[in-house]
């Protein structure tokens, strides 16, 4: 298949905001897809060569994507980055060069879509010594034999930033459209089936074989599979309301959620963002293998990291260090040691346990989760009748130094993502929200060559809504602990992102969330969500969160309202 299939379907996609027309167009596609040589390909719809479960993303930096189009286009780096300034999507850019060398260059063998996976495939894979040059090359072999449009959507899709609009869940409406098209509840089973595969490429492989190829998917353990995910209450009514009475009640550990899966003697470790941190992580592995009893099992648990000689609980930023750490392993592990609370398993010897009710899943944990202090541990849990003892359980993780509260409802399944209805949160509210940034400004005075000023967005279906504009919170130079984000190390994190540039101002991939306190919300013309938070400050960087799963619309409403 030529790679000019593909940029048709993009710019079709793109000239469209119509989510029905969207499916159509993508729907048959899929049809004509299903023919070629590999279902990998389906990736490229959403930007990328992997499944989602795979943690090695695209989003190759700006600077090495200048670096590669000023090698094939024979512009220099100077010249495209004033364009680039002028104009703000560098996709169109290349388009640009790419036509005017055309010109010159009429006699050009086609783009075919295996050679543009191919490249895109090794330039995740490629690292070390080298790689710098090698990607390059890998790139320029792509843009030199690109037609116009072609080099737009592959520069774009280098940069994680491919503008067509192509979310999870309407791939899978899609899919859907496509091959099940009188069948009512395919679209529930393909998303039950995504969340347990992460994988668009074995879901299409399965949908076009059909039904009972689908029902075949499954949790495996090893493969990093989505969680659930909880809505927040504002009163322990509220959460009775949600969850049913009698209710279970646990700690909310503040530490950062893991899945521990064992299959064979492999025991592997994957945050809720699906990342691999096995490697980061040899004490929780070995205190899996020692004191939980199973064959094979996938564990829902929330590691906390605590104080060596006080032994209390630390807050997330103590141990978030240890998550992306690549040296020195052993020795983090014994200066900042965690506590696992294991509190669901949705996999047990040769099942998997998501529609086995809550309450018999607890009973499994307790079961092979044999307590050792400060090491792991079922987490601490109760079983609540009324308001009152709910308070009581409260007040106690309170005192303990824990969030808050988790209440969950007794029958309820596992099911992946946001379900209203089987777990909620309870925290006291110091009124914070998950925010994605998603432009930044460089600061001035001691604070210039520092992005310093973010924009900030909440969620409305798939799409960002910006809300207001927060630079206070983070710190300018370590301090006691050295726990805190500093604005150094925010630009650091935020610099790889860009996507466009213009004055002082960026704009950036959607990928940072962090959580920001206000006064209050006004309504406001000035942001596209329509509210604003007035004096917001950040009060922690989040690194295990997803865009996805930050504020949406909907509760900032509610929060409005509340205000009233
Ligand atoms: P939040 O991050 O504020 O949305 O709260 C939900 C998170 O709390 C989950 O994703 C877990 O990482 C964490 N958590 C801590 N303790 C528990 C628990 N006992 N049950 C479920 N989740 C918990």
Known sequence: MDYATFVEVYDRLSSTSKKIEKIGILAEFLKRLQKEESSEWIYLLRGKVTPDYDSRELGISTQLTLKAMSASFGVSQEKIIADFNEAGDIGEIAERYSQKRRQRALFMKKLDVKKVFDNLKMIISIEGKGAVDRKISLISELLTSAAPKEAKYIVRTLLSDLRVGVADALLIDAIAEAFFVNEDDAKQVLEEKYHLANDFSLLFDAARKGMLALGEIDLVPGRPVSVMLAVKADTLEEAFRICGTPAAAEYK??????????????????????????????????????????????????????????????????????????????????????????????????????????????????????????????????????????????????????????????????????????????????????????????????????????????????????????????????????????????????????????????????EIVIAVTYQNIQESPSYSSEYALRFPRITRYRPDKKPDEIATLSEIKKEVKKQR
């Open 253 to 510: 550990y503040d530490g950062f959620r893991m899945l521990i899966n064992k299959r064979g003697e492999d025991i592997t470790l994957f945050t809720r963002r699906l990342e691999n941190v096995t490697s980061q992580f040899p004490d929780v592995v070995s205190a899996a293998r020692k004191y939980i009893s199973a064959k094979e099992y996938v564990l829902d648990a929330e590691v906390v990291g605590y104080d060596l000689k006080t032994k209390k609980y630390l807050p997330f930023e103590a141990i978030s260090q240890r998550i992306k750490r690549k040296y020195d392993i052993d020795k983090l592990a014994k200066t900042l040691p965690v506590e696992i609370n294991i509190f669901d398993v949705l996999y047990h010897d040769g099942k998997n346990t998501l529609d086995t009710p809550y309450l018999e899943r607890r009973k499994i944990v307790e079961k092979i989760v044999k307590t050792q202090a400060l090491v792991i541990r079922p987490a601490v849990q109760k079983i609540v009748e009324d308001e009152e003892e709910a308070e009581v359980f409260y007040q106690s993780a309170l005192d303990e130094g824990e969030e808050g509260i988790m209440m969950k409802k007794l029958d309820a399944p596992y099911r992946q993502g946001r379900k209203v209805g089987y777990m909620v949160k309870i925290k006291p509210t110091i009124a914070d929200l998950d925010l994605v940034i998603v432009g930044a400004e460089y600061g001035t005075g001691k604070r210039g060559g520092w992005l310093t000023s973010y924009i900030v967005a909440c969620k409305d279906g798939e799409e960002f809504l910006e809300i207001g504009k927060v630079s206070s919170g983070l710190k300018e130079k370590k301090e006691n602990d050295g726990q805190e984000t500093t604005y150094e190390e925010m630009t650091k994190l935020l610099r790889p992102l860009i996507i466009s540039e213009k004055d002082n101002q960026i704009r950036v991939r959607p």
